[in-house]
């Protein structure tokens, strides 16, 4: 760890801030045993900085990721846990290089002492949401997968299994909702962890141009422009799941704020909408 800050001093914050949020992840309670993962895109970071290129041998990937090709990520292991992160991270994270063709790749810090280290298991997600962000030319370099506890149980209650609902009921809760997520969630029906099915249709709701996907049943994930945003946007949404949650809770199915409230918050916060 200290090597690679000497190899790589710009990298010090960026850890510092995923070891933060780590932290936070897990005394929040959406990071039980081995769940969540992330990825940064550090390529401006690392790739002059001579970090160890050769190190490990290659491995393939699933599929072609042109747009990858080249480009660094500090990626999370898989198995690995959250709580662990900061204590020992280059036992729980790996800095990886994608193949001039986009079609492997090669760990070149973290993990690769470990034997059975692997990026983690959402990698398909990670890098389709990355593709994603290339193909946009979006500013986003991060991101986070993890198990919101309030807004997993959202996605167990029969009328919010849609995305309209689901907006409509965490906007009308909480007024920081609409500001802080103008164009809301999307919502991904039930799939397998670790899928190329999941991964895609996550890609489609970011392409819908939505803040952060929700996947039935199990999670969510943002991407943002540092872990630390990417955690917010969550916390704020979690917020509101856990205040319809509540008010449920004592008997009252909140109507919170009307359609003109929250156009009026559009305007305001001039979100464009
Ligand atoms: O990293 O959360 O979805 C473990 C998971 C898989
Ligand atoms: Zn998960």
């Not at 895109?41 to 042109?66: H, K």
């Not at 103008?182 to 819908?208: H, K, M, N, Q």
Request: hydrophobic share 40%.
């Amino acid at each position: 760890m200290n090597n690679l800050i000497t190899t790589c001093p710009e990298l010090k914050p960026v850890l510092e801030e995923l070891f933060l949020v780590s932290g936070y992840l897990w005394e929040k309670g959406w990071a039980e045993r081995n769940a969540g993962n992330l990825s940064v895109d550090v390529t401006e970071i690392v790739s002059d900085s001579g970090i160890e290129q050769a190190r490990t041998t290659q491995r393939a990937l699933p599929f072609n990721y042109p747009l990858l090709a080249n480009r660094y990520f500090l990626v999370t292991g898989s198995g690995r846990k959250f709580r662990d992160l900061a204590r020992d991270p280059a036992r729980n994270t790996c800095i990886l290089r994608i193949s001039e063709n986009g079609s492997g790749y090669r760990i070149v810090w973290g993990g690769a002492s470990i034997p059975d280290f692997r990026p983690t298991s959402e990698f398909p997600t990670h890098l389709r949401l990355h593709e994603y962000i290339r193909e946009a030319g979006a500013t986003e370099r991060v991101v986070l997968h993890t198990h919101p506890t309030e807004l997993i149980v959202l996605t167990h209650l029969p009328e919010y299994r849609d995305e309209a609902s689901l907006n409509r009921a965490l906007w009308c809760v909480h007024p920081e909702v609409k500001v802080n997520l103008p164009r809301g969630v999307d919502f991904v029906p039930y799939a397998i962890p670790g899928s190329e099915s999941l991964a895609r249709a996550t890609a489609d709701g970011f392409r819908r141009g939505r803040s952060v996907v929700l996947w039935e049943m199990h999670g969510c994930v943002a991407k943002a422009e540092s872990p630390a945003v990417a955690f917010d946007l969550i916390d704020v949404l979690n917020k509101a799941a856990s205040i319809v949650l509540k008010c449920r809770s004592v008997g009252h199915v909140p109507t919170g704020l009307g359609k003109e409230q929250i156009d009026e918050l559009a305007r305001e916060f001039n979100l464009g909408e």
